[in-house]
Structure formats: C-alpha cells, structure tokens
C-alpha cells in the first residue's frame, strides 16, 4: 500500500547544529507539505512543494529550508537548530487534481525534535 | 484563507451524537470547508469535506446551511476512541493545489 514516511520519529539535537528531517512518499503525489506543531496548538505550515524543483515558503519559513530532486522526497533542513524550533513536525502530500475533486492531504507519523 | 473559528473544546459520552461548529464568517464562493481529525502522537487525518447544503460518509455528517458562514460536523454514537482534535479549515480549490491553514481545533473528550 501507498504511504507516506518519516525520519527519524524522534530526534535529539544541539543548538547550532544542522538537522535533517526526511520524509518519503509512495503515492506519486506531487504536492508535498512541511508543518510544525507545537504543544497543544494547530498545525503551521513551514515550506511547500508544488513538483520537482519547486519550493515555496510557507508561514513560518525563517531557519528551514526545502529540496525537492524527485517527486518521492522533501527533506526539511534546519540551517542552525535553535530551541524555538524544538515541536513536532508533520509531513503531508496531496496529489494535483483536477477541480471538480477535493484535495486531501495525507500526513506522515511526524517526528520529535528536541533543541537543547 | 478565510479565518474559522471552534470551540476550544467539549465533552461528551459515549453512544452520544456530538456536533461541532466551525465559524468561517469571510468564506469565499469558491472555498470549501474541510474536517480533519488528529489523536494524539499522529499526524491529522481527513474526514469530510463538503461545499454546501448536506454531505454524509462513514464516519460523520457535515451540514452547511445556505450562507455557509458556518458548518457543523455531527459525529453519531461517539466512542472513546473519538477522542480526538478535530479541525475546520476553509480553503480556495480552484487552482487544484492547496496548502492547509489549521487553526488551534477542537479538543473532543469522549468519556464513558
């Protein structure tokens, strides 16, 4: 069955440090999504991809950034961690519709990131 | 996007019908209103989606009235496993891609 993953489900790192954040997807989608939650509030989008190549910055874009080689995989980078960006980060794809579909987004298991 | 607005949240118990309603006074003509469901240590998961009037699946009921300045997702029977945060979000389909703007939702307990 299709899915959509991510990795690693929890991680531990050190303000500074660069961090990746992998998600993969099996559905073919092209339409692929990074948020952060944070405790005991909504999802915040942070980076967006509409296909290969491209990348566009969602609400709260400053410290990540986005790559998107193949239609499978957008990992999220955090340039520099800092602790403000210790939460919970979600990944979700959607394939291209036409306009008479509706557009659900399917979200990954997210994963843990704790700044120290 | 249009803005919504839930309650924070509610209580029930089980084998109860539970309504929630979502507030969207700035929703476009071409924007639809979409429920998703999220439980603890896992992403959202979608539930329904409608444009107006009424629409029913599996899971739960949407009703929209003819303004569509607000919606309600009826879950019948409840279970404990409904505990969950469910979330409205309205947004434009037209250009066939979309990026979800979830607010805080609504914390749904479920007790027995």
């Known amino acids: 069955d299709a899915e959509i993953t991510q990795s690693p489900r929890h991680k531990i790192t050190e303000t500074g440090r660069q961090v990746t954040l992998a998600c993969h997807q099996t559905w073919n989608h092209n339409n692929m999504f990074w948020y952060r939650q944070d405790l005991g509030h909504g999802l915040r989008l942070i980076h967006y991809s509409y296909g290969v190549q491209d990348t566009n910055k969602g609400e709260v874009s400053d410290g990540y950034s986005v790559s998107r080689s193949n239609t499978e995989d957008l990992p999220l980078t955090l340039e520099s961690a800092a602790s403000s960006q210790t939460s919970v980060y979600f990944c979700?794809?959607?394939?291209?519709?036409?306009?008479?579909?509706?557009?659900?987004?399917?979200f990954g298991p997210g994963t843990r990131l704790t700044v120290l | 996007l249009a803005k919504t607005t839930q309650p924070i949240s509610m209580d029930s118990y089980e084998g109860q019908e539970v309504n929630i309603t979502c507030s969207h006074n700035n929703i476009a003509t071409n924007d639809y209103i979409t429920w998703y469901q999220q439980f603890p240590s896992q992403g959202p998961r979608f539930i329904i989606q409608?444009?107006?009037t009424k629409v029913t699946n599996e899971v739960a009921s949407l009703f929209i009235p003819a303004d569509r300045k607000s919606s309600t997702l009826s879950l019948p029977r409840v279970s404990l496993s409904d505990t969950a945060v469910y979330y409205c979000?309205?947004?434009?389909?037209?250009?066939?891609?979309?990026?979800?703007?979830f607010g805080s939702g609504t914390r749904l307990q479920v007790q027995p």
């Open positions: 979700a794809s959607s394939e291209s519709i036409l306009v008479t579909s509706y557009n659900e987004q399917f």
């Open positions: 979000l309205v947004g434009d389909m037209d250009t066939g891609r979309r990026a979800l703007t």
């Open positions: 409608g444009y107006k």
